[in-house]
Nanobody, 122 residues
Framework: QVQLVESGGGLVQPGGSLRLSCAAS????????MAWYLQAPGKQRELVAT???????NYADSVKGRFAISRDDAKNTVYLQMNSVKPEDTAVYYC????????????????WGQGTQVTVSS
C-alpha cells in the first residue's frame, strides 16, 4: 500500500503562485504515472496534469502555460507549480498515482491522496 499526503494548498490572490506537493509513503514500484486532479464544488473531479514514468507530461487546456507538474523520485514526491492563478482554479486538488498490478494480465490501480484546498480570491 502507498499513502499519499498532499500539502501546499491555501488562499492565494489572483495572479499569484502556489506549489502543491504530494509525498508518497514509500518508493512507488511499477509506476505508470502520477497526476493532479481538481474537484470544484458541485462538479466532477477532473484531470489537471499528468507526468508519466518516462517523464512526459500532459495538461488540461485550462492550465497550459500556467501550471507545471514535476516529480522528485528521490523524495517520492510529485509537485504542481501553479502560476498566474485564477478564481476558477479554486478547488480541492487531489494527487493520484497509477501503478501496474498483476503479472499475467497487468492492470492499473489508483492511489489517491486526501486532497488539499486551493482558494483563489482577492
Amino acid at each position: 500500500q502507498v499513502q499519499l499526503v498532499e500539502s501546499g494548498g491555501g488562499l492565494v490572490q489572483p495572479g499569484g503562485s502556489l506549489r502543491l506537493s504530494c509525498a508518497a509513503s514509500r518508493r512507488v514500484l511499477r509506476l505508470h504515472s502520477m497526476a493532479w486532479y481538481l474537484q470544484a464544488p458541485g462538479k466532477q473531479r477532473e484531470l489537471v496534469a499528468t507526468i508519466s514514468n518516462d517523464d512526459s507530461t500532459n495538461y488540461a487546456d485550462s492550465v497550459k502555460g500556467r501550471f507545471a507538474i514535476s516529480r522528485d523520485d528521490a523524495k517520492n514526491t510529485v509537485y504542481l507549480q501553479m502560476n498566474s492563478v485564477k478564481p476558477e482554479d479554486t478547488a480541492v486538488y487531489y494527487c493520484n498515482v497509477k501503478v501496474w498490478r498483476g503479472v499475467m494480465a497487468p492492470s492499473l490501480y489508483d492511489y489517491w491522496g486526501q486532497g488539499t484546498q486551493v482558494t483563489v480570491s482577492s
